[in-house]
């Protein structure tokens, strides 16, 4: 069964991965995360093929094969919209980080299937700690506490800790996913053996984090999430914190472009680029999600005449810097394939008058 449970927390580990890379701007690197996470939940399929696991599941292996196989059909679904064949138009950022969070979500769920029938004595054991969340562990809030339930190695047969698990806590990406100053409460094993492990989410919204339980030498691992605000998980990556004052900001402009043809002669290259430019008018920015939406909507029109192409099917923005009175983006947006295809980028930066 730690087989299966393991398989579980390595194909959220791969969506996670994901959605970072996704937020990144880096959608080659999600899409690979994303067939890892294809393979890693494949090897799950084959293991509930155990006759030791479909004898200690019964009758709710069926149920729990199906949410299997739609955890694979969610897979292929997000992995089609993070890196589009050449010819398919992407759906808003926003939608498929939101989409990806549901996958990671969709694996969860499964796992709990194994999580809750060990926790209630129906569904054999495991080798290390078994930590398992009842809550929706892909949609709490900053400030949010949470908290965890932590099973013994061999639980239920075994109910007895021999020592404090040594718990560690990981800020992964943005820095402040969890709160580190509160740093965590674990409590005293109840009648069951069962300890509760208590932390608050951090204000870093739209990241993901992770936290380690280490007993007698073996670790477990569980990623957890600080979904936010649907404002902040629709910002763009790296603007959420900023602390720009209101006002009209002017922008700066540099762009380059790289275009890429193949033919009977082998592959070739090309490059284009445009030299930074003021741009003779501001833009007002009452709110970070409106400005950077404005910001994202004037690439979208500048990309295609910077290497003379349009239909795009892949874009991205990340804010690399901020101040309260400036902020620097990069925008990529590219099209085609490794044969035929190529990538425009934009560096902008703004500037409160």
Not at 67 to 79: F, H, M, N, R, W
Request: net charge neutral; hydrophobic share 35%.
């Amino acid at each position: 069964m730690q087989d299966v449970i393991d398989g579980f927390e390595s194909t959220q580990a791969d969506i996670m991965d994901a959605l970072m890379y996704y937020r990144q701007a880096s959608p080659e690197d999600a899409f690979a995360s994303l067939a890892t996470a294809k393979i890693d939940i494949l090897a799950v399929q084959t293991a509930l093929q155990d006759p030791a696991i479909v004898q200690q599941l019964g009758k709710g292996l069926k149920a729990l094969n199906a949410k299997v196989t739609t955890c694979i059909k969610t897979i292929d679904a997000a992995a089609v919209q993070v890196d589009p064949e050449s010819g398919l138009k992407a759906k808003p950022a926003a939608t498929i980080i939101k989409q990806l969070a549901t996958v990671a979500k969709t694996v969860k769920t499964s796992e709990e299937t194994i999580t809750k029938a060990i926790s209630t004595g129906k569904g054999g054991t495991t080798d290390k700690v078994m930590i398992a969340c009842w809550s929706d562990s892909f949609n709490f809030k900053a400030g949010q506490l949470v908290t965890y339930s932590l099973y013994p190695p061999g639980y239920p047969t075994v109910t007895t800790w021999e020592s404090d698990p040594v718990i560690t806590l990981k800020n992964s990406f943005g820095g402040s996913e969890l709160d580190l100053d509160y740093g965590y409460q674990l409590g005293a094993p109840d009648k069951k053996g069962v300890r509760k492990l208590t932390m608050r989410m951090g204000p870093k919204e739209g990241y993901g984090g992770s936290f380690d339980v280490n007993y007698q030498g073996v670790k477990s691992t569980r990623l957890i999430w600080n979904r936010g605000s649907s404002t902040a998980a629709a910002l763009i990556y790296g603007m959420d914190g900023a602390t720009l004052i209101k006002g009209s900001y002017t922008m700066s402009i540099g762009a380059g472009g790289t275009y890429w043809w193949t033919d009977e002669n082998g592959r070739h290259t090309g490059t284009t680029s445009v030299p930074v430019v003021a741009v003779p008018y501001s833009i007002p920015m009452n709110n970070l999600k409106s400005f950077g939406t404005t910001l994202v909507n004037m690439f979208n029109k500048i990309a295609p005449s910077i290497i003379g192409e349009s239909g795009f099917t892949r874009s991205s923005a990340i804010c690399t810097e901020y101040s309260e009175t400036s902020m620097t983006l990069l925008f990529s947006a590219s099209y085609g394939d490794k044969a035929n295809g190529g990538i425009a980028t934009v560096t902008v930066i703004m500037t409160h008058i």
